[in-house]
């Protein structure tokens, strides 16, 4: 069978993964996915719906690990790394309120590190070949196609920069980054959803770790500008879409000089805070898109 032809059938077999509302949030391990997706449903509960009352939102699917890593963040303690291979479930429904008000569904896989470098970087393949590679990743026997297949279809992409490593790595991790993003533009050219040959899904661009800057008045727009050139770059060629900068973090223990203390691994601070007035900015641009 050609590249073309496995394409075909992957079109044709995955037709109900096409009407998902899946988010694809990627970075390299310990950018911050799991803290930020379970962030996200924190906020969901805790201040969105107080924001927009004109709103509903639930986790439908995944409270259970929502949960686990809520409490051990209220505990002090970060999750754990996440597995290669789990992409733990997360579906969240919003609707608006009224007879009339539409609903819909929106999943948020949270996958590990390894996995987002298996499925995004390298520079060997392009094109159908690398979306037909994707399709195939630890394909489960029996299945027509890989889980990974949310993330050629994703409707919206949510890309993690680690602002404790601007300063040091930035400048040399910028080479994958811009390789994630033409690995996204694979995926919509070969799925027929590019607009001209651009990525016309919305990309969400989320610095985190903010609490690591020493100025956190700059714009995180300005950052990737600055310490990402180009990266910043290659975003403005390919991509066509709605973007929007975010950045945000979690409150961490500190000692009496203010310095987070390293050797025994960052704690979260007491009672758990965090950037949630970001997180519901977030979700409000996530539900426009979305849903509006
Ligand atoms: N200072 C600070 N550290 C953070 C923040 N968020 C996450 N971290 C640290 O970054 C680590 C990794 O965060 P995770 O959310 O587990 O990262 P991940 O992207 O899910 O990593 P993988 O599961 O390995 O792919 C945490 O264990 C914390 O040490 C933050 O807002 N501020
Ligand atoms: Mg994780």
């Given at each position: 069978m050609s590249v073309q032809e496995k394409i075909g059938l992957i079109i044709k077999t995955a037709e109900s993964i096409q009407n998902e509302n899946n988010v694809a949030v990627l970075g390299p391990s310990g950018t911050g996915k799991t803290v930020f997706i379970t962030l996200l449903s924190h906020a969901i509960d805790n201040h969105f719906l107080d924001e927009h009352p004109e709103l509903r939102a639930h986790p439908k699917d995944g409270r259970p690990f929502l949960e686990a890593c809520e409490n051990s963040l209220r505990d002090g303690e970060f999750p754990e790394r996440t597995l290669q291979?789990?992409?733990?479930k997360i579906i969240f429904e919003m609707r608006g309120t009224g007879a009339t008000a539409s609903s819909m569904e929106f999943k948020l896989p949270d996958i590990s590190g390894e996995d987002y470098k298996k499925m995004?970087?390298?520079?060997e393949i392009r094109g159908d070949e690398r979306v037909v590679k994707v399709c195939q990743l630890d394909i489960v026997k029996g299945?027509?196609?890989?889980?990974?297949i949310y993330a050629v279809y994703a409707k919206m992409y949510v890309i993690l920069l680690d602002c404790s490593k601007m300063k040091t790595d930035w400048e040399k991790d910028q080479t994958q980054y811009s390789q994630a993003l033409t690995t996204i533009q694979d995926f919509k050219k070969s799925t027929n959803t590019s607009k001209n040959g651009r990525i016309g899904t919305p990309i969400a661009i989320v610095l985190t770790?903010?609490?690591?800057?020493?100025?956190?008045?700059?714009?995180a727009k300005d950052l990737v500008k600055k310490y990402m050139r180009r990266f910043y770059n290659t975003l403005e060629d390919i991509h066509d879409g709605e973007r929007e900068y975010f950045m945000v973090h979690i409150d961490v223990q500190r000692n009496r000089e203010n310095e987070v203390d390293s050797t025994e691994g960052t704690k979260v601070a007491k009672p758990l805070s965090y950037s949630h007035h970001v997180y519901t900015k977030f979700l409000w641009w996530l539900h426009e898109n979305l849903l509006g």
């Open positions: 291979l789990s992409r733990d995004c970087l390298g520079e299945k027509p196609y890989s889980e990974m770790k903010a609490d690591s800057l020493e100025d956190r008045d700059v714009p």
